[in-house]
């Protein structure tokens, strides 16, 4: 293949109609010509030398140049002279620059030509690829139209216009199928940028690939003055979507349903009969559970903040409702307000407080030497531990129906009594175990509390300074995407997480392994944080 010998302008031509079938920039395929040439020309003249071709824009035209680097001391010969060298051929050349020498005019092999082509068409596929990321990787959470084009495995190829997306199978609704030809709507979840060229991920299982099918169904979605707060799907069976509006006159549940059910149904068809619950959003979680949890009835709602967990009492004939076949209905509700659900008939829930009362009941009684009347009477009121009664402010007590002066100051000295008792075995105890008195001096542990820590191998005080504030006061772990718990050594004894924190940071300052110094001066700084946060509002 003469190149000399070829139209000048026939390169400019090649470039330009493989830019245009490729649709990617003309200058790119010019560059992989001109790096497939200089290869060419390399194999030719020795793969040693720096031999670079130049394609001129306009004409066409095509020079062959041989570089070498100017450097103190050459390492390649080839590629690298001397300045006393350079300076023979060009007198004002300096280090670091380069010397060129134009190579005459040559003619290809066939091996050097198919290398030259395989150079190109490799170029040519780099900037395709990067075109097509480009592309898509700024379209991640819309949803795209395409055609599929075959099936591996399961997973479906779809062409997409300009590039192949994959529709996994585990993406897919449930018992669906298409076949060569089909046309598909997807949302593209993730774009990545290998080796082998950009991989365009699709989803229909998605919970955004709803919200987005809404969005393109109601305009009010689409205009914002709707907005979805939450979806969770069950994909091709059941899927519930917590939906807001921001115009008092436009009802959401309405909007989104549409005139005898159009817009939604629309999405059903979409998702293959996938039935779809539209729930007023509320900020109040337990509202907003309540609503998540239709069609069942709901008696009452208890909301644990600290283990984001929500107790729901129903009545004995919605248990199963509420529930939902194979505990759909509960999983689904729980995904969309982000918090564990455990839900209670109304009979298990009265079960559960009569043992509860029982139990403190007997403890009074045990330990107070009371009689069951007075015992149940203390419970009623809401008092659970010796501590309670020992150090409520003795007219609380005495207010209690049936309780006079006399009655209050004679239960308070015996809850203390029984406390004093219950403290001097938990000191003995502790002391067998091998407690130093380090960690009996530190205030803010109790000696039950002590007892425990040294029951689990904790026994100075620098062993306790050590440790987490989790592993006292307990905590909730994320184990394959569900909520364990964690049991805290003192979490018995009702520790907060704050107040395992401050307990052990205690410990580290006066160890001396923390300067009170630093803390302070952290605090003053979460104070300015409030304050400035205050005034901005």
Known sequence: MSVTSANRLELLQIADAVAREKMIDPALVIEAMEDSLGKAARSRYGAEYDIRAKIDRKTGDLAMTRYRHVVEEPE?????LTLEDARRIKPDAEIGDYLTDSLPPMDFGRI??????????????????????????????????????RTEYGNVIVDVGRGEAILRRDQLIQREAFRNGDRVRALIREVRHETRGPQIFLSR???????????????EIYDGVIEIKAVARDPGSRAKMGVISYDSSIDPVGACVGMRGSRVQAVVSELQGEKIDIIPWNQDPAT????????????KVVFDDDSERIEVVVPDEQLSLAIGRRGQNVRLASQLTGFDIDILTEAQESERRQAEFAERTQHFMETMNVDEMVAQLLVAEGFATLE????????????????????????????????EEINAKAIEHARELGVE???FDFEGLTPQMIETLAEDGITSLEEFARCADWELAGGYTTVDGKRVKDEGLLEKYDMSLEEAQT?????????????????VSEEPAEDEDEEAAEGEA
């Open 437 to 439: 008195q380090s960690l």
């Open 503 to 519: 307990l052990v940071m205690n410990a580290r300052v006066q160890l001396g392994w923390v300067d009170p110094a630093d803390l």
């Open 388 to 419: 309670e009664v020992a150090y409520v402010d003795l007219d609380e007590l005495s207010s209690i129906d049936g309780f006079d002066q006399n009655t209050a100051e004679e239960l308070q000295a015996r809850a203390r009594e029984s406390l």
């Open 76 to 80: 390649n010969l080839f590629t690298e």
């Open 205 to 219: 299982t998605a919970p955004e690939f709803l919200a987005e099918l809404f969005k393109m169904e109601v305009p």
């Open 112 to 149: 050097a030509a198919q290398s030259a082509k395989q150079v190109i068409m490799q170029k040519v596929r780099e900037a395709e690829r990067l075109r097509q990321y480009e592309e898509f990787k700024d379209r991640v959470g819309e949803i795209i139209n395409g055609i599929v084009k």
């Open 288 to 299: 907003f559970l309540v609503n998540a949890l239709q069609p069942a009835e709901v008696s």
